[in-house]
């Protein structure tokens, strides 16, 4: 099956796959070659990429992804998203950082719009670093 992930910077990802598990409204969806076509909304959360069927879990290619579409049609998948960050490109540190200043700003929010962004903004970091925590496992 062929996976490509694309963000709003350019292609993340584009090659042959053997599974796929990626965070949906519905919940948490695996795809395998022969995939029943599907159109599905993306969430905040985790990508997780088995290249080939043998492929050992801290093997995987992970992303952090914020929201999108998911398409799955003739063992093609394409994963439309805001964001896209590979584990391989964040640093533990700096996004530790951005959660805390995250965090601060919900912390100092002046009004509901200003609590939601903050909110938004912690969701986001916490998914981030949660990929860039598993980077350190691997090694």
Known sequence: MHFTLYSLDGVKFDDQVYEVIIPTLDGII???????????????GVIL?????????????????SG???????????????????????????VQDAYE????LKANAKDHVSLQ??????????????VASMKRRKK
């Open 30 to 44: 695996g795809v395998l070659p022969g995939h029943m076509p599907l159109i599905s909304v993306a969430t905040d």
């Open 49 to 65: 990429v088995r290249r080939t069927a043998t492929e050992r879990d801290d093997q995987r290619d992970v992303f952090a992804i």
């Open 68 to 94: 999108g579409t998911v398409q799955v049609e003739n063992d093609q998948l394409r994963v439309l998203v805001d964001e896209a960050d590979s584990a391989d490109s964040l640093n533990e540190k700096e």
């Open 101 to 104: 200043r995250a965090k601060n």
């Open 117 to 130: 962004n903050a909110q938004a903004m912690m969701d986001r970091h916490a998914v981030r670093l949660q």
